[in-house]
DNA sequence: CATAATGATACCATTTTAGTGTCATTATGT
DNA sequence: ACATAATGACACTAAAATGGTATCATTATG
């Protein structure tokens, strides 16, 4: 079971590298090189967060990616949700099978508060989270 | 994004029936029929609990389904991993990659941490539980 | 021995995820 | 002007996971 799917991380650790490389201007074709991803790939990831935003892009030679937004504001949720959809865990289960006129059914109630509880976690990991830390580890 | 998918969540309604029907021989066609399901489906889900010892069959004619486990033992942590594998929810992610040499990579840690915490609530969430439940919403 | 049930298992269909390829557009430097 | 090096848009293919079907074997009952 996915919670994090390939997409999701390989954004994860894009953001990370780009938000390290301050105000540099990156290409899709380094950074494919340095985290040893698909370029095509990566490139379809990178343009889908400059159109909602978290990235920005320039065209042409010299051109590439820099970071839009406070890396402190990039959740993981966030990316979870632009790469994976709304984060719904319980959206199919029981639908108007066993308890359709049972608006408090139990098995729904316990999904929905893991669902929120979890939605709330993967919030609060922020790239700025994750890049901070890691330099934290490194340096020891 | 699926935490339940359509073969577990199956697995917990069938149950939740057979549970119901204190010790009366359940057939796949018959629960089919109730809860709305693939026979051939279903068919292959119940064995598949048969074989994990969740349930008990019997062949030939009369034959069929009884729970073989108390209600209160079987949980849903259970069932997904009978259906999905094992819990895992951060299994892929990083492998090798950004912190290959950091044991105590930040991102993973707190990945960790929310599969922990959704496992301890889906141990929690049992048959009989949920069954019991159902019957209380109903009688009011 | 017909019937009605499960056991085992191979197979197919659908959906999701992963990944590629191509042509268009745009900015830069010479 | 033009070669070049970058992204934009998007169609397409490949692989994996999930959902579902079908068939033949086995077994118990009456």
Chains 1, 2 share one sequence.
Do not use: W
């Not at 074709?29 to 892009?57: H, V, W, Y």
């Amino acid at each position: 079971m996915k919670l994090i799917t390939k997409q999701t991380d390989y954004a994860i650790r894009a953001l990370g590298c780009i938000a390290k490389s301050k105000d540099a201007i990156i290409t899709v074709c380094g950074l494919a090189e340095s985290l040893d991803m698909p370029q095509s790939f990566l490139r379809k990831i990178l343009q889908r967060l400059n159109t909602k935003g978290i990235l920005k892009s320039s065209k042409g030679k010299g051109g590439g990616f820099v970071l839009n937004i406070n890396p402190a504001k990039i959740s993981v949720l966030q990316l979870v949700e632009i790469f994976q959809g709304e984060f719904k865990l319980s959206e199919h289960v029981f639908k108007g099978k066993i308890c359709p006129v049972i608006k408090t059914c139990y098995f729904k109630n316990r999904l929905d508060k893991i669902e929120k509880d979890v939605k709330k976690q993967l919030q609060l990991i922020t790239i700025k989270k994750i890049t901070k830390q890691d330099d934290l580890q490194r340096k020891k």
